[in-house]
């Protein structure tokens, strides 16, 4: 059985209906990626993974259990975490203090080996681990919102749009983490408005229009697709 498995999401905002049956996997060890338009229920779907929205009807199957409706902290507790659009890092807390506050499901003597791991991955955060998170920039409150949820040694990481407000430069030096995270293990759920960059990394992608799955491919057919190309890479 598949790491993640959705089936038959239907989620609504009211009256709303911002998810139409979706069902889609993540695989062990893959970068699985869902692109779409702005509105297209790619975050919804983030979110109700994560148990931040009930969905009306389907379920969500993690490490082959059932996770609808379970809440989210006790999700994350299971190996599941999410870096959210916008990155919504604590502003007022230092580097170091958000860092820890993504570890707050693991034991305490856990936090320095987290620590020292994610320090690895982003070293401008270890050499900015005192300073103020308000006072980083965009891609480096990206990478702290990345480190964050590594904190809590996900099994699955979840990406909700990190290109987003990043200059070029900056958002392939992103896209290189994402690289090494799933290099050293992790799994990835990717959500991204850069279709090109997401499918570049991606092992498969999902389509999603209008709150509908339209097209699932690898990600290099996609790449190809012409009516992806058209709608979503500018070709």
Not at 60 to 65: C, E, K, L, R
Not at 92 to 102: D, I, S
Not at 192 to 202: C, D, H, K, P, V
Request: glycine share 8%; aromatic share 4%; net charge negative.
């Amino acid at each position: 059985m598949a790491l993640l498995e959705a089936e038959g999401l239907n989620v609504y905002y009211g009256a709303i209906h911002a998810v139409k049956d979706v069902s889609f996997h993540v695989e062990e060890r893959e970068i699985v990626t869902l692109i779409g338009a702005n509105g297209a229920g790619k975050s919804t779907v983030l979110k109700t993974i994560s148990g931040l929205l009930p969905p009306r009807t389907g379920t969500v199957s993690f490490q082959d259990q059932k996770i609808t409706g379970v809440p989210a902290h006790k999700i994350v507790s299971r190996g599941l975490a999410q870096v959210p659009e916008g990155r919504q890092v604590f502003l007022q807390m230092t580097v170091e203090e958000n860092l820890e506050m993504g570890a707050y499901t693991r034991p305490a003597s856990e936090v320095d080996s987290s620590m020292a791991l994610v320090f690895e991955h982003f070293p401008r955060l270890s050499e900015r681990r005192n300073q103020i998170a308000g006072t980083l920039s965009g891609g480096e409150q990206q990478m702290l919102a990345m480190g964050r949820a590594l904190m809590s040694r996900p099994r699955l990481l979840m990406l909700d749009e990190p290109s987003m407000g990043l200059a070029p430069i900056l958002v392939e030096q992103i896209f290189e983490i994402i690289e090494q995270l799933h290099k050293a293990g992790t799994t990835i759920l990717l959500v991204e408005q850069n279709a090109r960059m997401a499918l570049s990394i991606a092992d498969r992608g999902y389509v999603l229009e209008t709150g509908r799955i339209l097209k699932t491919a690898p990600a290099q057919a996609l790449l190809k697709d012409e009516d992806v190309k058209k709608a979503y890479l500018g070709g």
